[in-house]
């Protein structure tokens, strides 16, 4: 840790595994901790989403999910995009499940894990094609997502959710 911020070399990530204790793991949100400990595994399982463990010092401090995800595109966000085609859904990942042990917030960690997340899906280019990266975010977390240079989604679709805020990362345009 330099300045008391993670670097990459500080911490290690795993695919979930049983050998990883996930008891003492508590980031302050319910409903992230349950699906930690209790669903995880199932959805891993059931290949509907492939978790990740962020581990330092032997300890998982963290974690994040991935999963195939479309993402629908009005005409000004393709033009943005500089997107030509006719279509109105664009290959994606979301970024479904992302939380971080109390005891380590607010230490670089959440950038870190965005970092691991865009570089797996970049490396899984060679085998599906895919533009961005997505995340239904949490309403407290959007100003988070927009400081790593995600944008919300405008489309006519996302606009009736009310538990969250749907946003994207242009993996082919990403922020300077």
Do not use: W
């Not at 008891?23 to 492939?50: P, V, W």
């Amino acid at each position: 840790m330099k300045d008391g911020k993670f670097q990459l070399s500080d911490i290690k990530v795993s695919s979930l595994s049983k050998i990883y204790k996930l008891d003492d793991f508590d980031c302050g949100d319910t409903d992230l901790n349950e699906f930690l400990k209790k669903d995880s595994f199932a959805y891993q399982e059931a290949q509907i989403a492939n978790v990740y463990l962020v581990i330092y010092n032997d300890s998982v401090i963290g974690f994040f999910s991935l999963q195939n995800d479309a993402v629908k595109l009005g005409l000004e966000e393709k033009d943005k995009a500089e997107i030509k085609k006719p279509h109105t859904e664009f290959p994606s990942v979301k970024l479904g499940r992302l939380g971080i042990d109390k005891d380590y917030q607010r230490k670089g960690l959440g950038k870190l894990i965005i970092r691991i997340a865009v570089g797996l899906v970049r490396q899984a280019k060679r085998y599906s094609a895919c533009r961005f990266l997505t995340v239904d975010s949490y309403f407290k977390a959007v100003d988070f997502y927009i400081g790593y240079g995600f944008e919300i989604n405008r489309h006519s679709e996302y606009a009736s959710k009310k538990h969250f805020v749907s946003m994207r990362f242009d993996l082919l345009n990403p922020p300077e």
